[in-house]
């Protein structure tokens, strides 16, 4: 098969990781006979420097020309990066919310599981996490308080600011099908998270949702007001499969669950369209404190990349050959600095992907033996 794949390197750990998965895509094709072509795309700072504006028409003009893109991170330190003298519709995090709206890219995927392997790590009691947890957020990804009208002026002598949270039904329900289809193959529970109890948008996302629903009696659907929510995520996170929410709510709780796995730099996650486009990047953020230091964990970029070739390409084996050699490694003891733990081995960002590379070659081996 031919992969036209775009490759987003972005800034901070992101050029790092994305090699790492890079190498571990040509493997894959390799190994089970595909075809990669990559497309480079500046994004973030990475195109200011180059352009002056985080996003050109031309990276929106490659990016849909693509089957998919594979993204490691945008952004850099807020206090020292010369990015964040510029006005905030120039700045890196502008030119990652133009990509999604341009792409259209509604339906974000987080995933929250907590590893085996990786328990020593996790923040909670054993008590809460014994049996382990495995949710998925699904956020809203393209409408909310992130694109609606927003300015800073003078109001009676006083500096006011406003942000404006506009919902339209249709962009509730199409999310809103995402999550149950997506629940249909997980443990059929759907918890709708909202703040019914104030916002109008909220009681429409309610309303819309229970329409939705119907089509779905397979699945079960609660409601769940947001505060509660970030409470009984770290309170009971084993209650939750499938959790859809709205676009800031999404950002908060999203975080919220991938720090009590312990382990965000193995998360990955993909944000989709209608069709079978969508970008997949790791959970993690572009950690400018640790770039270019070789210490990165590259797993959840990788594994991202499986993600891709799985949602984009049904390539269901290839995604399982990656997730296998994965765990693999860890299984094997190796570790980055993140998830280190006593008595394993800490490697680095490229000794990582070599590891997992290995794997994959192994499964060549083995299935020629
Ligand atoms: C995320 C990030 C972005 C967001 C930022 C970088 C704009 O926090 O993907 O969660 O808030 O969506
Ligand atoms: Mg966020």
Sequence with gaps: MKLHIGIIRGDGIGPEIVAEAVKVLEIIGTVFGHELQYEELLLGGASIDAYGIPLTEETVHC????????????????????????????RPEA????IRKALNLFANL????????????CPLKEEITAGGFDLMIMRELTGGLYFGARATQMEDGELTAHDTLTYH?????????????????RRKKVTSVDKANVLDSSRLWRNIVEEVAVAYPDVTLEHMLVDNCAMQ??????????????????????????MITGSIGMLASASLNETKFGLYEPSGGSAPDIAGKGIANPIATILSAALMLRFSFDLDREAAAIEHAVERVLQKGYRTIDIMSEGKEQVSTRKMGDLICDEISQIRQQSFE
């Design 110 to 121: 987080r995933p929250a599981v907590l590893y085996g392997e990786l328990k020593e790590a």
């Design 233 to 258: 995520l770290v309170k009971d996170p084993k209650q939750f499969d499938v959790i859809l929410t709205e676009n800031m709510f999404g950002d908060i709780l999203s975080d919220e669950a991938s």
């Design 63 to 90: 990016a849909k020309q693509c089957d998919a893109l594979l993204m490691g991170s945008i952004g850099g330190n807020a206090k020292t990066s010369p990015w964040y003298k510029l006005e905030p519709s120039k």
């Design 95 to 98: 030119g990652l919310l133009g």
């Design 169 to 185: 039904a249709y962009e509730i329900r199409r999310i809103a099908h995402r999550a149950f289809e997506v629940a249909q193959k």
